[in-house]
């Protein structure tokens, strides 16, 4: 049966009443987790990308002045990602791994926030990549962001020194495809736990707002945290529209 907090309290105590009763939580976070670190949601008015047009993939590979454009751009956020720490939620969700009840968090976010709250690296399952690092198109090369810089600033966006094919963030562009792995473990985790949270998503990007349906498919509880109504919400067990760091500010823990 759907439910919808109606105040931020009534909220919070059934989701805590779910995370008890649970033995395996699985998060899927989105943008909206980390707008209080400050970092902008990318599709909301006034984001980035109803500012500029998303450069796709193909064209990145194609063009050396998209390439420019696109580690302009890159560098340009390099202020707002270098400072941001992680949020209430992000801390909330690390309490509960510590715990033993979330044994990895899928996130659709690329700012290393999870890892900083004390995730470890291979319980982060990156959908769509990093923006914190660098990789070689071709041969996977790992770059550090200094070195790209140094070598943007001489010369413009730079190919790798091993196999001279482009150097991009290490996040999935526009037209890139899904990584394989990263998506066979998030489906696993998704029909395994049984309570998944959907916690900042608009749900709308696929294919990964299709796991909060695969989890609930598999008999999973599914709750999703998000100030704007999703087009899942008639599925959910439980819907809080409230802020998220005030939502799970208090499972922080110590």
């Known amino acids: 049966m759907r439910l ?6 009534s909220g919070v105590e059934r989701l805590g009443d779910m995370i008890a009763e649970a033995k395996t939580i699985v998060p899927f976070t989105g943008a909206g987790i980390s707008t209080e670190c400050g970092i902008p949601d990318f599709r909301s008015p006034g ?3 109803t500012r500029y047009r998303p450069i ?11 390439r420019d454009e696109s580690w302009r751009r890159r560098f340009a956020m390099e202020e707002i990602f270098a400072a941001a720490r992680p949020g ?12 033993g009840k979330i044994p990895a968090v899928i996130t659709q976010n690329i700012d290393n926030l999870h890892q900083a709250s004390g995730f470890a690296a291979e319980h982060v399952i990156e959908l769509h990549g990093n923006t914190t690092y660098a990789r070689c198109i071709g041969c996977g090369q790992a770059y550090q962001l200094d070195w790209v810089k140094r070598r943007f600033i001489e010369d413009g ?10 150097v991009k963030t290490a996040t999935i562009s526009f037209g890139q495809m899904m ?22 998503s608009s749900l709308v990007v696929w294919p990964a707002a299709g796991f909060p349906m695969m989890a609930k498919n598999a008999g ?4 999703i945290i998000n100030r704007e109504p999703t087009e899942q919400d008639d599925i959910a067990d439980l819907v809080i529209r409230h802020d998220i760091g005030e939502t799970l500010g208090p499972f ?3």
């Open 157 to 166: 966006a730079p190919n790798c020194t091993v196999c001279d094919e482009p």
């Open 220 to 223: 999973a509880r599914l709750v």
């Open 47 to 49: 984001g980035i990308w």
């Open 252 to 254: 922080v823990g110590n």
């Open 88 to 99: 209430r939620g992000h801390r909330a969700l690390a309490s509960l791994y510590r715990a």
């Open 179 to 200: 990584p394989e792995e990263e998506m066979q473990r998030a489906t696993a985790l998704s029909r395994a736990c049984d309570l998944f949270i959907a916690i900042g």
């Open 56 to 66: 796709e993939f193909g064209e990145f590979v194609a063009s050396q002045d998209a």
């Open 4 to 9: 919808i907090a109606s105040d931020l309290r």
